[in-house]
T-cell receptor, first 114, second 115 residues
Framework: ETGVTQTPRHLVMGMTNKKSLKCEQH?????MYWYKQSAKKPLELMFV???????ENNSVPSRFSPECPNSSHLFLHLHTLQPEDSALYLC?????????????FGQGTRLTVV | DAKTTQPTSMDCAEGRAANLPCNHS???????VYWYRQIHSQGPQYIIH???NNETNEMASLIITEDRKSSTLILPHATLRDTAVYYC????????????????FGQGTILTVHP
């Protein structure tokens, strides 16, 4: 248990569906991240939020829309996804925006787009 | 952030020390060495990090060479539950930087601990 909780753990959605992934941390961290891990590929950073402000967007398609309503919660809204978007989506948080003390990851949401 | 090179895979006998090497010959003076591991289908787990001094915590030890161009993660008494992919990451850790804590993961080392 890392203190970072992601829901749901598994999600199957059609290409026309709209769904949201949720991440929650009660570690008092100020920065939160979304990563994507596709099969046989390294983790890829998608978004970075520092003090609820998006500070980085790594050329992610607009069908992925993040939201950070407060420092404890992070969402990833999904719409009109493609089958190639099927992957493990990981949320992480760090104590400060520099991540000097390491980042803590959730267990991930296994997303399958059909 | 500096690039790292790790062996693709390693084996270790249960109860023995697992020594995982990492080369980071282009590391800059303000870059830290971080180690994470990822057990199958779970999120990565932070293990340890350091700048130039050797570090030890309840999970592992980190040995960084004097020239900082390579490091070794040591799991002193490996167990079957230590079977995972181990990632060595080098990144800026100083305040005022713009890396915002992001981690650039490579392929890592697949460590298999066998009975």
């Amino acid at each position: 248990e890392t203190g970072v909780t992601q829901t749901p753990r598994h999600l199957v959605m059609g290409m026309t569906n709209k769904k949201s992934l949720k991440c929650e941390q009660h570690l008092g961290h100020n920065a939160m991240y979304w990563y994507k891990q596709s099969a046989k590929k390294p983790l890829e950073l998608m978004f970075v939020y520092s003090l609820e402000e998006r500070v980085e967007n790594n050329s992610v398609p607009s069908r992925f829309s993040p939201e950070c309503p407060n420092s404890s919660h992070l969402f990833l809204h999904l719409h009109t996804l493609q089958p190639e978007d099927s992957a493990l989506y990981l949320c992480a948080s760090s104590q400060d925006s520099q991540g000097r003390h390491g980042a803590f990851f959730g267990q991930g949401t296994r997303l399958t787009v059909v | 952030d500096a690039k790292t090179t790790q062996p693709t895979s390693m084996d270790c006998a249960e109860g023995r020390a697992a020594n995982l090497p990492c080369n980071h010959s282009t590391i800059s003076g303000n870059e830290y060495v971080y180690w994470y591991r990822q057990i199958h289908s779970q999120g990565p787990q932070y293990i340890i990090h350091g700048l130039k001094n050797n570090e030890t915590n309840e999970m592992a030890s980190l040995i960084i060479t004097e020239d900082r161009k390579s490091s070794t993660l040591i799991l002193p008494h490996a167990t079957l539950r230590d079977t995972a992919v181990y990632y060595c990451i080098v990144r800026v850790g100083d305040a005022g930087g713009t890396s915002y804590g992001k981690l650039t993961f490579g392929q890592g080392t697949i460590l298999t601990v066998h009975p």
